[in-house]
């Protein structure tokens, strides 16, 4: 099972102006951020808070991340899914919601109900877009980019028991979250607005009609309010109902596409690890042993070559003294080799001689002699007219085998010797 880190996101602070609500320009680097680690993804290790900025040193490192908005940042809306392809999708949810919304549809993120289906009808989570980038972003440079964007309480099936859940926010007033089937409210509990709303979606509005729980701060004020007993949930158990939450809110435009590079990213962090030290300074040794043991190969190899060009340059100077510089050995010999040849009136390669004897020995049988022919610098050019096409074909291939050049064009054929190559791959 994967390590998991869910990141509780603090209440989008609200500036109303003219009835509007704006989003601020980022969080605070020093805005405390409560998380809790789960080790296995079914208990909860370690929890606690610390600042945004020292988030990527004072929580642990995980698998997954997991962020919680707080239930008054979302609304939920019902509606009948468009039906459009999914690059038109967002589009026509805006088009759609239009006259619900109190802000721009283009100030908005939408989330679909993961069993959303086009013609029928679902819930969309929607959320400021602003104020959920600017989070996104920092928790992505802090170096816990977010995977999974869940709620804490999202819409239930008709058959399903409505659930209300009683916290403190920071300003020690008490909340009520209340969840079912008509959908998600979050609101403070001055005034009569939240025992209407308890009137509404509870059945009867009796409150043995719903699973009520309080986090430990807030059970013994919220169990005075309703007049009925209510479940302690600590906040482990919230972190174990966020990984249980079949919705994912990243979606659209801020659905993740990075997750194989992040996955690295957090492979290499954790190696960087002090514990991973040990294994990093013997990584660092068999590398430097490799490369060393590398050099020392190259420098045994072209000391061998060297012998091996020494021992060429000997046998050229101890055989033919006259040699005074030695630039490529077996070139050099090789031309001494043909002042040789010349000398003592043998024919060499490139003589005519050698050419006409090729070519006769070549010739094909019972054909008669060639009509022309001519001789110019180690080339004998031979017409071949009249030698039908597979005979020439036998001639070519029978000259090639014996080491000779041989071109057809025009009817003529051209015969030299096969080029010798250097010792440096020049011929």
Not at 251 to 258: C, G, K, S, V
Not at 374 to 393: A, D, I, M, N, V
Request: charged share 20%.
């Amino acid at each position: 099972m994967n390590s998991t880190l869910i990141l509780y996101l603090p209440p989008r602070p609200h500036v109303r102006s003219l009835g509007q609500a704006h989003a601020s320009a980022g969080p605070d680097p020093d805005l405390k951020v409560d998380f809790v680690f789960s080790a296995n993804g079914q208990g909860v290790s370690r929890q606690g808070s610390c600042r945004l900025s020292e988030l990527h040193t004072e929580s642990p490192r995980a698998d997954q991340v997991i962020a919680v908005p707080a239930a008054s940042d979302l609304a939920w809306l019902r509606l009948t899914l468009p039906r459009a392809n999914p690059q038109q999708l967002r589009a026509a949810l805006a088009g759609q919601l239009e006259e619900s919304l109190l802000d721009e549809p283009e100030s908005l993120h939408f989330a679909l109900a993961p069993d959303a289906k086009p013609g029928e009808s679902a819930w969309v989570c929607c959320m400021n877009k602003a104020w959920l980038t600017h989070w996104l972003t920092a928790l992505e440079q802090a170096q816990a980019g977010v995977d999974k964007l869940a709620p804490l309480f999202w819409p239930l099936d008709e058959a399903a028991k409505a659930s209300g859940h009683f916290h403190k926010a920071a300003d020690e007033t008490l909340h009520l979250t209340l969840s079912g089937s008509h959908g998600v409210a979050s609101l403070p509990l001055h005034g009569e607005l939240a025992r209407q709303l308890v009137q509404a979606q509870v059945q009867a509005g009796d409150p043995d009609q719903a699973a009520w729980s309080a986090e430990p701060a807030a059970a013994e004020a919220a169990s005075a309010w309703l007049d009925h007993r209510v479940d302690v949930v600590s906040a482990s158990a919230l972190a174990l109902r966020a990984m249980a939450c079949p919705w994912n809110l990243l979606q659209f435009d801020l659905a993740p596409r990075t997750r194989g590079l992040r996955a690295v990213r957090r492979a290499f962090q954790g190696f960087m690890a002090p514990a991973w030290r040990p294994v990093r300074f013997g990584l660092i040794t068999l590398l430097a042993v490799q490369v060393l043991g590398l050099n020392l190969y190259a420098w045994q190899q072209r000391h061998a070559l060297r012998s091996r060009q020494h021992a060429i340059e000997a046998v050229l100077t101890d055989t033919f003294p006259q040699v005074r510089a030695v630039l490529d050995a077996p070139v050099q010999m090789q031309r001494e080799m043909e002042r040789l040849r010349a000398a003592s009136g043998r024919a060499g390669d490139d003589d005519l001689e050698s050419l006409l004897g090729a070519a006769a020995a070549a010739w094909p049988a019972g054909h008669g002699p060639v009509e022309t022919l001519s001789f110019e610098s180690g080339k004998l050019k031979l017409s071949t007219t009249g030698l039908p096409p597979q005979q020439l074909e036998q001639l070519q291939s029978q000259l090639a085998s014996v080491g000779w050049q041989v071109f057809s064009a025009d009817g003529q054929l051209q015969i030299s010797k096969a080029a010798r190559t250097s010792s440096s791959g020049k011929p």
